[in-house]
């Protein structure tokens, strides 16, 4: 460690994209704010203050590890990479490449996941995917094909220009604690915020209008809220002649729109839907924000769309304080997708099933025979897996135990393989079951970029190397390509990035030397290196009008038998599958076991109070939990956070069939008391 530098590095954890400087000082680390960072503004939440406790961590990996029998056997670089290489190779050659799965990171830089999903295809296998399918995928569905483009629309900042601010299935006080002091400053400003939320949050108390809707009833409150609008003709029809087509289609369908059924499904009343209604249309200027409350059903394309069509129906989108804020969980998620890490998008979201698509990427790879897409997406590797289709999966710092539904399956499915590659920074739920395991260097020992939510690239610097023999991803990946007779040489980030320069249009003038010299990173789209970015985008084109189809799940079980609506969802001092915050000892304390919320009327009925243990039973899997008395849950609900192991063995869900996304938020169990 060098005494005295000073990096700019990117916060690992949400989506936000907050950076601060790293600091040696007497071989220690410290962290400076950056006070005028575009979004941060010199704070950082409860979990970016803490990230550098993950640096020195004592569980942190530090050599590469083989498993013979039950024992983990340190092996030199070469020689993991050899056998890892070897192994892989000897599965192509048994079974054919696209029997192999890679699941990538969302935590890692943009040139590590393109040269991630690289190495996917030009070893042969169409099965390349990440993070995204289990939360935004629906976003990137439902608003390329409405807007063009499936990002946010705006920059964090400008919520602070909104009028009104609408904000479904998003606990964002929580989940990406810095967006509240933008909405706060709307607020103070005399913005009105609006909260759609079953439970309520830390969020609800900033609303000046919670509505409490039944849980999975968003598509209803988002229709009767446009019934309401066209009833009283506060649409923006300016706007909707001028930039949009198939309205006409939409407003037939609601005008056979029934308000009483939409009252009756959300569970609120008419006053309060044309509340929301009229604050929202005839707001000057509105956000609408939305997170995985949205995205996270068997309905979660459509919900989307829905959310597209509220904002096109009243012009809310392409100005300053108006458009659509889907909020990223993880600090490069974003960047995964624009990368293409996704079974159905090749880089800059280009159709992987489409051959001319696939040619000119050949072109640029100099490979004629890529394999054609949609390969499988995250839960449905594990399914092939199960079927005996995919032998071998090469992990790239993802926790699939926890993180996945039906979990228990997850877990046969990685036994069943015949050969699992994991790359990370810790001996994880999903490590364990590895036969090689490679340690990896962390966010502050690497330098790279990130795209956050706001689509902002920022290029994070190297503060200091890692301990013990711990690589970046991107020299595992490129070392792995080589012995995989994939490429020659190993490259620097650099040189990925003017790669993506070339491949992904988006990017076409975000290159390193811009980046290293930018202030405050650039917003994509960047076409050249003249173009400063685009923090506003559809401030001209034409959208797209989605008719609906969506249907809400038969909730006749609930209340019965003891069968609950299970909710899971994030806590502010922990962050998805918890194998960084469950392991961060100035906030673990707070939350250390996956506690299960429970109304007190459903709590006293069942005769159970504080701290009591129950079973939870879904269809494939059950699990042992403490319960916590909580009157922000409504009745005949559960609220269990998803950062720990088991929770996950609980939730059984169907998919999205558009964007194959689990519907978490579907989930049911059965309680028992123990």
């Known amino acids: 460690m060098k005494t005295g530098s000073k990096s700019k590095v990117i916060c690992p954890f949400c989506g936000a994209g907050c950076a601060f400087f790293i600091v040696t000082k007497s071989n220690s680390l410290n962290i400076e704010y950056i006070s005028d960072h575009p ?50 190779l000897d599965i192509k050659k048994r079974y054919g490449a696209d029997s192999v799965g890679f699941l990538a990171s969302a935590r890692a830089t943009n040139e590590e996941i393109y040269l991630f999903q690289k190495l996917a295809r030009l070893f042969g296998s169409p099965h390349i995917d990440h993070c995204a399918r289990l939360c935004h995928a629906p976003s990137l569905v439902a608003l390329k094909d409405m807007l063009g483009s499936g990002a946010m629309t705006n920059p964090i900042s400008d919520l602070a220009n909104s009028d009104c601010i609408f904000v479904l299935g998003s606990n964002f006080a929580e989940t990406h604690p810095v967006v509240s002091r933008w909405v706060w400053d709307a607020k103070d400003r005399g913005a009105a915020v609006i909260v759609a939320d079953p439970r309520r949050t830390i969020t609800t108390r900033i609303a000046d209008l919670h509505l409490q809707l039944r849980s999975g009833s968003d598509p209803y409150l988002l229709y009767a809220m446009m019934k309401v609008i066209v009833d009283r003709g506060l649409c923006d029809y300016q706007f909707v002649r001028e930039r949009t087509e198939g309205f006409d289609d939409l407003y037939r369908w609601l005008h056979s729109f029934d308000l009483k059924e939409a009252v009756e499904f959300t569970g609120l009343s008419e006053r309060e839907i044309v509340a929301a209604a009229c604050h929202y249309a005839e707001a000057y200027s509105a956000a609408l924000i939305y997170c995985m409350g949205i995205t996270q059903h068997r309905n979660g394309t459509e919900n989307v769309r829905a959310c597209a069509n509220l904002a096109l129906l009243c012009g809310k989108v392409g100005a300053p304080g108006s458009g659509i804020f889907p909020l990223r969980g993880q600090n490069n998620v974003q960047g995964a997708c624009d990368m293409g890490a996704l079974a159905d998008y090749l880089p800059g979201y280009a159709d992987a099933s489409n051959h001319m698509e696939l040619k000119k990427l050949s072109r640029v790879w100099e490979k004629s025979d890529l394999p054609l897409g949609p390969g499988y997406t995250v839960t449905e590797m594990t399914n092939a897996s199960l079927n005996g289709k995919i032998k071998a999966m090469v992990i790239l710092g993802e926790n699939p135990v926890v993180s996945d539904p039906e979990a228990s ?108 010299l930018s202030k405050n990173g650039l917003i994509w789209p960047c076409q050249n290196e003249s173009h400063p970015g685009t923090p506003i985008l559809h401030q001209s084109g034409r959208f797209k009008f989605h008719t609906p189809q969506f249907a809400i799940e038969d909730k006749g079980k609930i209340g019965k038998n003891n069968i609950f609506k299970l909710i899971t969802g994030r806590l502010v001092v922990h ?79 169907g998919l999205d069939t558009s964007s194959r996304t689990p519907g978490f938020k579907d989930a049911e169990c059965r309680l028992e008391v123990v």
């Not at 039950?70 to 030199?76: Q, T, V, Y």
């Not at 919320?597 to 059950?622: C, Q, R």
Request: charged share 25%; aromatic share 8%; with cysteine.
């Open 575 to 653: 962050y998805n599958s918890g194998s960084m915050s469950r392991r961060l000892s100035e906030l673990f304390p707070y939350e250390p076991i996956a506690s299960v919320s429970i109304n007190p009327e459903d709590a006293a009925a069942l005769g159970l109070k504080n701290g009591d243990e129950v079973k939870l039973i879904g269809e494939s899997g059950e699990g042992i939990f403490q319960i916590r008395l909580d009157v922000s849950v409504p009745p005949k609900t559960l609220f269990l956070p998803f950062h720990f192991p088991g929770v996950n063995d609980v939730v059984t869900v």
């Open 39 to 88: 979004v941060a503004l010199g704070a950082l939440c409860p979990k970016g203050n803490s990230s550098i406790s993950i640096v020195k961590h004592p569980d942190r990996l530090k050599h590469p590890l083989v498993k013979r029998g039950n024992e983990w056997i340190e092996l030199p670089w070469n020689d993991a990479l050899n056998l890892a290489a070897e192994r892989l």
């Open 409 to 516: 399956g997850v877990k046969k499915a990685l036994e069943k393989l015949e050969f699992l590659l994991v790359i990370d920074l810790f001996m994880t739920e999903t490590a364990r079951y590895a036969d090689i395991l490679l340690p990896a260097a962390c966010w502050a020992e690497k330098e790279g970029s990130y795209t956050n939510t706001e689509r902002r690239v920022q290029w994070s610097e190297k503060a200091l190397d890692p301990d013990g023999d711990a690589k970046p991803d991107l020299w595992i990946i490129g070392e792995l390509g080589k012995r995989l007779k994939i490429w020659g040489y190993t490259p620097r980030p650099d040189e990925v990035l003017r790669e993506i320069n070339r491949v992904v249009p988006q990017y076409g003038g975000i290159t390193p030397e811009r980046l290293r």
